[in-house]
């Protein structure tokens, strides 16, 4: 049937950054759909984590600070041993440090750079260690439209979120054949926390809004589908792609 391609009963879905905003939907997509979730989150805020429970699964949370780079390499056989399994890998969370080119501090590159890429490398590669063994395996990585373009102001998270998409790539190249699939999406303009600074300039917001053909910001919930599709069996052959959730703008 093919609501079986969808269906994610009993895997087990690792998902960082799972406390607000996209990663916050993505989990409880994958919940939905019947997945296990394990939460790498650097607070002890457990609202994902009650939602999640209401729907009948399980859901834990792994303490788990990305700026601390010893315990990102750790925390995925916690998980396995917890749980039972890795099936699903969602490298959601991110940061973000906004300076004119000139003034960037080498500091806020530097944690860009660690949390919004060398975690994510780590883990994809803890990760694959485990699913290349097993055989099986699905890791999503969250890019950005700046994983095609520029931005302004944002170098370090340019080149971060640039890297990811290629990282990507990279990966499914060596892992295809060993029957994990590594996938990406790239939100577009989101209605998100991070995004506040561009929210609140009406001049920004209003360039914005004019080239979206869908003729509105994202909302988180909009990421649901994406990441159900790249997480269960209808993904099956579908490997390396950058997936755009952006109501439109890179076709514009």
Known sequence: MMVSLFDLKDRVAVVTGGT??????????????????????????????????KLGVTCEIFQCDLHDLDRVRNVLPEVLEKLGAVDILVNNA????????????ESDWDEVLKVNLKAVWILCQEAGKIMTDQKKGKIINIASLVSYQGGIFVPAYTAAKGAVGQLTKALANEWSSLGVNVNAIVPGYIATEMNTALIDDPVRSRQILERIPAGRWGDPEDFKGAAIYLASAASDYVHGHLLAVDGGWLGR
Not at 94 to 105: K, L, S, T
């Open 20 to 53: 607000r905003g996209i990663g916050k939907a993505i989990a409880i997509g994958l919940a939905e759909s019947g997945a296990n979730i394990a939460l790498l989150q650097r607070s002890d805020n457990a609202e994902t984590k009650r939602e999640i429970e």
């Open 94 to 105: 991110g940061i973000q440090r906004r300076h004119p080119a000139v003034e960037f501090p």
